[in-house]
């Protein structure tokens, strides 16, 4: 539990196996947990009264000890191209962003894990406001249903929906492990939320006790965010190689990828920066450095934001580095941007970081040109 005695416990996010433990503590029956999941995920109601085929018993326990609380939306965006962008206070009282992509036949949300985040990857945005807090289990799986429900009164013929979850949004979801184990789980769960678990994905920046983690507990669908075929220029880029450099990382995912059985594998992210990382060379190294790692790869062409150096390569590059991956047998997509002009794209989510580390004052005294 993560609440402080004496808290009122946040029944949003208590998956199945919680309920089932807590109704046997209360020497309640098993099949209440399904009753209780279905009225909180399925109907989303806010008021343990609504329950009407629970005992009243049962009904005031839960009220006495609990609530039913979505975290509060602050602001919507929606963008030309129909993204939407959430602004969501968290407990801690700062901002975090949740952003709903539309496709023709899917939709995907991406989730935020972390108030800000500890890990300081040079071409993040959220790496620059610095860190606050982790979201609880409550405020990561409250961001799905505040989509569900907002995208079922905006679309009540049902046309827009949310199809597939990625772990993509603010922070590093293997940092809050904690919370975003029962999130995915509640996610994934029928009584919860259903999307099947080729369709919810955690990425990480490479923490590898968090993976070894996941290969004990789950087989959700696992992207890492690689963006450099060695460990030099990795080092530069995700800070956090040098801690688990890219053998012990590729090592890992290749235990994870035994959960994932033989038709998933590990989703390679490799965002592609002008100069930096894009270059003939770069593709053929990363050719061959993931020769015997089976994988998808998912290009990601740079998203600029106020005070970045980088910049984005052109079309023709992208599609180049593509072409030299693909030749070699791998499957390559190339991410589009969606969402830009509401700074909802990858890497674009800064939310309100009321930071606790000092990064985001060092950053705007770079940026106002005050140190070098
Ligand atoms: N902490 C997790 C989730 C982060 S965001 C992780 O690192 O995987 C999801 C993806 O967007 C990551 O691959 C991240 O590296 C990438 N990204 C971050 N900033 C970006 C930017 N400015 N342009 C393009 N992609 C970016």
Known sequence: MTEAPGQ????LGYTQEMWLELLSELGEKPFHATQIMKWIHHRKV????AMTDISKKLRQYLMATGELAEPEVSHEFVSKDGTRKWLIRSASGSLF?????????????????????????SFCSTGKQGYNSDLT??????????????????????????????????????????????????MMDDLGYGISKRKVTISTAGVVPGIEKLCESTDVSLAISLHAPNNPLRDQLVPINRKYPIELLLDVCTRYARNLGEKRTVTVEYTLIDGVNDSREHALELS???KDFPC?????????FPGTDYKRPSMNAVRGFQDRLVNDGYSVTVRTTRGDDIQAACGQLV???ADRTRRQERYQRIQAGQIA
């Open 8 to 11: 009122k416990v946040n029944y």
């Open 46 to 49: 806010d008021d343990f009264t």
């Open 97 to 121: 962003e949740t952003v709903f992509i539309p496709e023709d036949n899917r939709g995907t949300l991406c989730v935020s894990s972390q108030v800000g985040c500890k890990l300081d990857c």
């Open 137 to 186: 289990t409550a405020e990561i799986v409250g961001q799905l249903r505040i989509a569900m429900r907002r995208l079922a009164e905006a679309y009540p013929d049902r046309r827009r929906t949310v199809t597939n979850v990625v772990m993509m949004g603010m922070g590093e979801p293997l940092l809050n492990i904690e919370h975003v184990l029962p999130a995915v789980t509640l």
């Open 288 to 290: 061959r450095l993931l």
């Open 296 to 304: 998808k790869i998912n290009l990601i062409p740079f998203n600029p």
């Open 351 to 353: 939310g309100q970081v």
